[in-house]
């Protein structure tokens, strides 16, 4: 607020961004207009000069619902661009809304608010990431990890929406997640897409929570939903506008000619993909083959997303990205700072870490050079090591211990 004029702060429903909202107001003496009231909403729609003028900070909560607040915005921002004036909050991607990308070019800043990650979940003050970036061996050589499979598959399973973690059994944290979907595919959705087959929307989104942590094929979720590729698409976009899901670009397509360009799909929960895939505690500690794969595939959603939440706590970040070469060699998460280095990130379902797990990240430290500072490999076992040159092994749990 002190640098920017109008800031926007966006992510899925129910992360926080009211109870933020509204704690800054009461801190700055904002005025606060609550979009999602009906009778506010019609109002403002009706005269958004009234209301956006006059003295600020003035605060818009879900202001996606009338766009044209932003004409408002502008037209003040012409009288007096002051930092701190505006800040709003939206549970739809500011650029998927036509009107809303155009309004306010070069004088928004925008701030991503996640599901909250298990640093925020255990009140710890550790951030791994910024460490690592200090100190690449800055967690090499700690005590031994007490964090059981168990209690992973827990954390996995729960998430970090700030109401389910409130729910105090499994049953009412099934409920809520089965109404969140609901109603955020009934109205979100629809609000910002006519959409010819809306019955087939569930559909979609189910088969991307089977795909999450794998590479996007749309193809293959427009045929097991009955949709043309175009279509399907266009629905899996709807879906990342609302963060329900996201893509994860591919990284360092310029470095050899054998790396893949396409992008990973992540659901933007752990627990709500599993949720979606009708997991259970009891399913994934299984050791059956299919629970290990499903395992798998949600606990690298998982640290992805624990990993990303501290990114976006930091300003040296350039890009993010995976990395997958052609013959089949992937680091499920690379972390690029301004300075060009790299940290890669391979995630294992494992007590323990083989030989050949290695093989991915030397390669990208083969490919990169000089630029790569260091690879991790997180895991559910419990020792600290450097395995090679500039490749580490980290329990999991490093993410939010200190």
């Known amino acids: 607020m002190g640098d920017e004029p109008v800031i926007l702060v966006e992510g899925a429903r129910t992360v926080g961004k009211s109870t933020l909202l509204r704690e800054l107001a009461t801190a700055t003496g904002a005025r606060l207009l609550d979009l999602d009231d009906l009778s506010t909403r019609e109002a403002v729609e009706a005269d958004p000069m009234v209301f956006l003028g006059g003295p600020s900070p003035v605060f818009v909560d879900e202001y996606q619902h009338v766009p044209t607040v932003l004409d408002a915005i502008k037209s003040e921002l012409n009288k007096s661009s002051r930092p701190g004036r505006f800040i709003l909050t939206g549970s739809a991607r500011h650029d998927s809304l036509p009107a809303a990308a155009q309004a306010l070019t070069g004088r928004l800043h ?13 009140g710890s003050t550790g951030n791994l990431l910024a460490d690592l970036i200090h100190d690449p061996t800055a967690v090499v050589g700690l005590p031994t990890s007490s964090t059981t499979r168990e209690d992973y598959i827990e954390r996995v399973i729960t998430g970090g929406f700030p109401i389910s973690l ?19 595919l009934e109205r979100d959705v629809r609000e910002l897409s006519r959409i010819r087959q809306a019955v087939a929307l569930p559909r979609v989104l189910e088969r991307l929570a089977g795909q999450t942590a794998q590479i996007l094929n749309v193809a293959n979720i427009g045929s097991a939903t009955k ?28 470095l050899i000619s054998r790396t893949s360009s396409r992008p990973k799909l992540h659901m933007v929960d752990s627990g709500l993909a599993a949720r979606l895939l009708r997991l259970s505690p009891d399913k994934l500690a299984q050791r059956s083959p299919s629970a290990l794969t499903e395992l798998g595939h949600l606990l690298e959603t998982f640290v992805v997303g624990e990993i990303l939440k501290q990114a976006s706590w930091l300003d040296n970040i350039g890009a993010t990205g995976h990395w997958r070469t052609r013959d089949g060699d992937e680091v499920d998460l690379v972390v690029e700072l301004d300075d060009g280095t790299i940290l890669g990130f391979e995630i294992k379902a494992s007590l323990r870490v083989t030989g050949k797990d ?36 980290l329990p999991i749990d490093r993410l939010w211990t200190t």
């Open 358 to 393: 290695f093989k991915p990240l030397r390669k990208l430290r083969e490919s990169t050079g000089d630029a790569f500072r260091a690879g991790y490999i997180l895991h559910l076992g419990e020792r600290s090591y450097t395995a090679d040159d500039r490749l580490h092994v």
């Open 227 to 254: 949709l043309n590729e175009r279509t399907t698409d266009g629905y899996i976009r709807l879906l990342e506008t609302v963060f329900l899901v996201f893509r994860l670009p591919a990284w360092g397509t310029t």
């Open 166 to 184: 409130n729910r105090q059994s499994q049953t009412a944290r099934h409920r809520w997640f089965d109404d969140y979907i609901r109603l955020t």
């Open 110 to 122: 925008r701030v991503p608010i996640h599901p909250l990650s298990q640093t925020e979940i255990e």
